[in-house]
């Protein structure tokens, strides 16, 4: 059995069974979720290219039955219905399946083995005959279980890989303080200033046109820094001496220009220390002659 990434295992079981193995980047728990929910299998189990499922219902639980039905673009249509035998998360699923037509029904069993961080698929499917399984090979079962495995591995590359930057902690001593610089000189957005049930203060703020968000945070449970500690986080602007002199204008001590290879920089702390950098990347600057990653 191999466990290499890329590679679709295909054998022969006994007189009328097929084992197939793939292993996949992702962790074990999202590999048995994309497999046996409708808001993950219309995504990547397409079939060829120009057919599309709209139609995925799944009832997961043992006696639940599911049914699958893609079309392409000329209206065509092929169908999949089975019921659940066994549903162990994340560990394996055993089901019957019959396609739409003439074909015999099969016995499926999937089962997830956990690679540390990857996971091996394994998919054992019983036929009901050696003749019915010859007809399935024929059919090109073979390859249409590969590139499905290849339109997995790349939607599962899309959902595991994909990791946004929302929030930063700035520990402060006084979120009042703190709120007043944030909001009142340097203009970030208040989303959030509550008190959940009497408990700790959430402050959440966010700078103009940034995806990611700030939470000033004191005595927040897991979150420990002192205040002031919190060193280099970057503002990118697009003309750093007129964000400088905004901040100036606004009471912000801001420093000097700074040139660093054609990166401009300007340096300025919050009422606690902790410390910021406006950020100015102009175009085609590029990197210093000597620098290790050019």
């Known amino acids: 059995m191999s466990d290499e990434l890329g590679v679709t295992g295909f054998e022969l ?9 793939r292993v996949v980047a992702a962790p074990r728990g999202l590999v048995f979720d994309v497999h046996t929910s409708p808001k993950h299998l219309p995504n990547w189990m397409v079939g060829p290219p120009g057919w599309a499922m709209p139609v995925c219902e799944i009832d997961l639980r043992p006696g639940g039955a599911f049914r699958y039905v893609w079309r392409d673009a000329d209206g065509g249509e ?5 019921t659940f035998e066994e549903v162990v998360r994340p560990e394996r699923v055993v089901s019957t399946e019959a396609w739409s037509g003439d074909w015999p029904a099969t016995r499926n069993t999937v089962t997830f083995d956990d690679l540390g961080g990857r996971t091996r698929i394994t998919t054992h499917i019983a036929y009901a005959s050696p003749a019915a399984r010859e007809a399935a090979l024929a059919s090109g079962m073979r390859e249409g279980m590969d590139a499905g495995y290849a339109q997995l591995d790349a939607y599962l590359a899309g959902q595991y890989f994909t990791m946004r930057l929302e929030l930063v902690p700035v520990p402060v001593k006084d979120v009042d303080a703190a709120l007043a610089f944030y909001a009142g000189k340097l203009g970030f957005h208040v989303d959030h200033d509550v008190q959940p049930g009497g408990g700790p203060r959430v402050t959440q703020l966010t700078p103009p046109g940034s995806a990611c968000s700030i939470l000033l945070y004191k005595d927040l ?10 060193r280099g986080l970057h503002l990118v602007v697009g003309d750093v001496r007129r964000a400088r002199e905004a901040l100036l204008d ?3 001590d801001a420093g000097e220009v700074q040139d660093m290879g054609g990166i ?17 990347i102009p175009p085609n600057s590029g990197r210093p002659d000597d620098d290790p990653l050019g």
């Open 13 to 21: 079981d006994g007189e009328a069974g097929v084992r197939i193995t």
């Open 78 to 82: 092929l169908s999949i219905g089975g």
């Open 221 to 230: 449970p897991g979150l420990d820094l002192p205040p002031g500690t919190l």
């Open 250 to 252: 606004s009471g912000v």
């Open 264 to 280: 401009l920089y300007v340096p300025f702390a919050d009422p606690d220390g902790n410390t910021w950098l406006l950020q100015e």
